[in-house]
């Protein structure tokens, strides 16, 4: 629910660190092709109490992440303070824990699907299928209240927030190191600890069931508000205008712009079937997801053709965009069929791979193996 704020200039980026195709893109899209962060999540035999101290054997094996830096990427100033989370699983949960150090920790917001990013807040973004529809999104504050929303497409295509949904099952809690709402003294950190039910993850009861080797999209965001004490209460500044100042926003994998509503942005979780390991949590991009950078290179450029020219366009070569390539040792073709007021861009591999893109964004994934 974040406005773009950034401008770009228009000159030509090459996608080297997601593959060796050389396929060029103007320099407005740069930051939309950043490679996202990845996290092996380890698979936990014994209980995880949510408590949220993270004191189980498997917590303390788990690895941590990089920190939190601006949602924009690279060059842009560094959050104020450090954000970092670590993540389990199990054949019933996902469990997320995060650790934000924080000198004054406020939160007021006390009831269930109030809007808690109007307060500092920690936020949680799943697609399992990767498709970038029909995704999930958690927001906590330090009071511990929950703001859960389902989204059935991203808003830049129509989609609509579905706030009365909420996740059966879903557990928090926050542990805070300092003293909540009070501006006299100097706080240290505030914690959070989330247990997701994969059941939870529906809104007609089919879900998908993590299997060992399965990789989802995810991303996390922390929300940072300036503040002022106004009659010994937190209250978010203002500037000489009167309006609010913006607030920061520090996520695990950058996503370009300031707006955590691009799922293709979002970092991936694999599921692992070994124990947590403390060193190694990443692992290298999966094929399909360097090939579809190619398709979102169409879906952005054609958003902004259809701005221009009030229809879509049917010529790859006017988009500037190359018709084959190859990412690593494997060879692809792109093709767009326009219908119109919709198009499909599909791309397919020598190895029986076939990915597809329409005008909503809508990600497919086929293989024939």
């Not at 303070?81 to 199990?90: A, E, G, N, S, V």
């Not at 996503?255 to 509503?261: A, D, F, K, L």
Request: with cysteine; aromatic share 14%.
């Amino acid at each position: 629910m974040r406005i773009i704020r950034n401008a770009f200039l228009i000159t030509l980026f090459t996608i080297s660190n997601l593959g060796s195709s050389g396929q060029e893109v103007p320099e407005k899209y740069a930051r939309l092709f950043t490679a996202p962060n990845t996290y092996i999540a380890g698979q936990s035999n014994t209980a995880i109490t949510i408590d949220g101290q993270a004191n189980e054997p498997a917590w303390k094996d788990a690895a941590w992440t990089s920190e939190f830096i601006d949602i924009q990427g690279a060059n842009m100033p560094q959050p104020t303070y450090p954000t970092r989370i670590k993540m389990l699983w199990d054949k019933n949960n996902l469990y997320i824990f995060a650790e934000l150090k924080e000198e004054h920790i406020w939160a007021y917001y006390n009831k269930q699907d109030m809007i808690v990013y109007h307060e500092n807040d920690f936020e949680v973004f799943i697609d399992p299928d990767g498709d970038t529809h029909n995704y999930y999104e958690f927001e906590v504050n330090a009071q511990n209240t929950l703001f859960d929303l389902f989204l059935d497409k991203p808003y830049r295509n129509g989609g609509k927030a579905n706030i009365e949904w909420n996740a059966k099952g879903f557990k928090s809690a926050i542990y805070v190191d300092g003293t909540l709402n009070d501006p006299t003294d100097t706080d240290k950190k505030w914690c959070i600890e989330m247990a997701i039910p994969f059941s939870s993850l529906t809104t007609d009861g089919n879900f998908i069931q993590p299997k060992a080797g399965d990789v989802w999209k995810i991303n996390f965001s922390r929300v940072q508000w300036q503040t002022e004490i106004i009659d010994g209460k937190y209250t978010r500044k203002t500037n000489d205008d009167g309006k609010l100042i913006p607030e920061d926003n520090w996520v695990w994998s950058p996503q370009g712009v300031i707006n955590m509503h691009f799922p293709e942005r979002w970092g991936l979780i694999q599921f692992s079937s070994e124990s947590p390991k403390s060193t190694h949590a990443s692992f290298p991009l999966p094929e399909e997801e360097l090939l579809a950078q190619h398709l979102w290179h169409v879906f952005y450029a054609q958003r902004d053709y259809q701005r221009e020219n009030k229809v879509y366009c049917d010529d790859l070569s006017e988009l500037g965009i190359q018709s084959s390539g190859k990412e690593n040792d494997t060879s692809f073709w792109l093709e767009l069929k326009n219908l119109g007021k919709t198009y499909t861009a599909t791309i397919t591999t020598n190895n029986n791979l076939m990915i597809s893109i329409d005008q909503d964004g809508l990600l497919r994934i086929h293989t024939d193996k």
